[in-house]
């Protein structure tokens, strides 16, 4: 069975970053990418960015590629995604989920970690 | 980027009722190599991550009961609940994976009149 199990909440200070982990299992790690998106309160689905795990290769939305960096360690199964210059409106919940093409494809996201709240509080 | 607009924002309809969401994309999301449309759908109940309910804008992902289909090409999709059962209250939002820059449709909220 294919599982994608994120860390923890967070609390962050403002201009701080944070690195939110998503850990793998069930699958051949290399083979499927691995996207992040957010949902602020209330709010809809917001992409992030994602992960080749295969060859390390990322792309990011316009919105955060100055403060994103994903990674990924492939003896572990784990893909990271750290946020820098933390501000107020980071207050999300932060989820990973595979995607379903191989090889650098894109497809639909399944499945999705349970989601990390991060919350930007001074 | 891709804009994916979603049409209502909100919609109650009584059990048994059809319920239907609309997605419109600012471009086509069709592959003319493949003849595939690009588009997924998702429910999103609270508390929990979304979860697919249709693929390649109308197929049906395993274990999805089959009230729920989806349907349209090029830029224009649909989304139908034929008959509205209490556990599909939820959020639901299409999603393009045309562009190497994936987006989502803002949402629809589906509830019980």
């Known amino acids: 069975q294919v599982h994608l199990v994120q860390s923890g909440a967070e609390v962050k200070r403002p201009g701080a970053s944070v690195k939110v982990s998503c850990k793998t299992s069930?699958?051949?790690?290399?083979?499927?990418?691995v996207h992040w998106v957010r949902q602020s309160p209330g709010q809809g689905l917001e992409w992030v960015g994602w992960i080749n795990t295969g060859n390390g290769n990322t792309g990011y939305s316009r919105k955060f590629q100055d403060r994103v960096t994903i990674t990924r360690d492939t003896s572990a199964r784990i893909v990271y995604m750290e946020l820098s210059s933390l501000r107020s409106e980071d207050t999300a919940i932060y989820y990973c989920?595979?995607?379903?093409?191989?090889?650098?494809?894109?497809?639909?996201?399944?499945?999705w970690g349970q989601g990390t709240l991060v919350t930007v509080s001074s | 980027d891709i804009v994916l607009t979603q049409s209502p924002d909100s919609l109650a309809v009584s059990l048994g009722e059809r319920a239907t969401i609309n997605c419109k994309s600012s471009?086509?999301?069709?592959?003319?190599?493949?003849?595939?449309?690009?588009l997924a759908w998702y429910q999103q109940k609270p508390g929990q991550p979304p979860k697919v309910l249709i693929y390649w804008a109308s197929t049906r992902e395993s274990g999805v009961p089959d009230r729920f289909s989806g349907s349209g090409s090029g830029a224009d999709f649909t989304l139908t609940i034929s008959s509205l059962q209490a556990e599909d209250v939820a959020v639901y939002y299409c999603q393009q994976y045309y562009s190497s820059l994936p987006t989502f449709g803002q949402g629809t909220k589906v509830e019980v009149k």
């Open positions: 989920a595979r995607d379903l093409g191989k090889f650098g494809e894109f497809n639909w996201f399944d499945p």
């Open positions: 069930g699958y051949t790690f290399s083979f499927y990418g």
């Open positions: 471009q086509s999301v069709l592959y003319s190599s493949n003849n595939k449309n690009y």
